[in-house]
């Protein structure tokens, strides 16, 4: 069983497609009931509403599975706001869809599996200075910061912890970015490769670090970005 937080859209429904195509048993979850049974039709899989930064909802689903072998944590918001005009509400707001919905899913594997591959989301914002990014960027900080400790409290009992840290991809997230040609350009131009990614690409990195072919890596935060966070051209 592969349990999706966050499944509907994006990096998590082409993950979940990806993983029904080879046959595996997958559980998606999002708040949207609509929109999420829509997409568990399409690819047959499972669904059930489910609010990550809730503790005991996400609690209550993982231990329900416990032949789960991948968790992964999709769930997240982005703000694209200087530190002085974000106000506190934002911040919190913020600090919830991402760091507290990854804190969540850690929790409840490390409560209820005895081993497997628990994947969570960073960004490029996290390892280089982008303006405009701060508070995003501090919460995906925090969210690699989390990963490496949970890999190590954990990796005795066979449980793997990872992210994933992307640059600009081509989501319902981004939307407000890519639907504008001027900003699409702007944002393709910053990354070396020239252009933005797509969900298929990061799914098809999270679909190997589920995998047993990665079972002898934890703690690593995984750079998919274009060449963003680590070239100059």
């Not at 399409?42 to 909802?57: K, L, M, P, S």
């Amino acid at each position: 069983m592969y349990l999706i937080f966050g499944g509907s859209r994006g990096i998590g429904a082409a993950l979940a497609a990806k993983l029904r195509a080879q046959g595996h048993r997958v559980l998606i979850t999002a708040r949207g009931e609509e929109e999420l049974a829509a997409w568990a039709r399409e690819i047959d899989c499972e669904w059930q509403v489910c609010d990550t930064r809730n503790f005991a909802d996400v609690e209550e689903l993982v231990g329900r599975y416990p032949e789960t072998v991948g968790c992964i944590c999709c769930a997240g918001g982005i703000l694209l706001k200087p530190a002085h005009l974000t106000s506190e509400d934002e911040l919190l707001h913020l600090w919830e869809q991402n760091l507290k919905s990854a804190f969540s899913v850690v929790r409840a594997a490390g409560k209820k599996l005895n081993a497997g591959s628990v994947i969570l989301f960073s960004s490029a914002a996290a390892r280089i200075g982008l303006a405009n990014h701060e508070a995003v960027a501090a919460c995906k900080g925090a969210v690699e910061a989390l990963v490496r400790s949970a890999a190590a409290s954990y990796c005795k009992r066979g449980l793997r912890f990872n992210a994933i840290a992307p640059g600009l991809v081509r989501t319902s997230l981004s939307a407000r970015i890519v639907s504008r040609p001027a900003a699409l350009e702007a944002s393709a131009a910053m990354h070396p490769l020239g252009r933005i990614g797509e969900p298929e690409e990061v799914a098809e990195l999270a679909k190997w670090l589920l995998s047993p072919a990665s079972s002898w890596v934890t703690g690593q935060i995984f750079a998919i970005d274009g060449g963003l966070s680590s070239l100059k051209v």
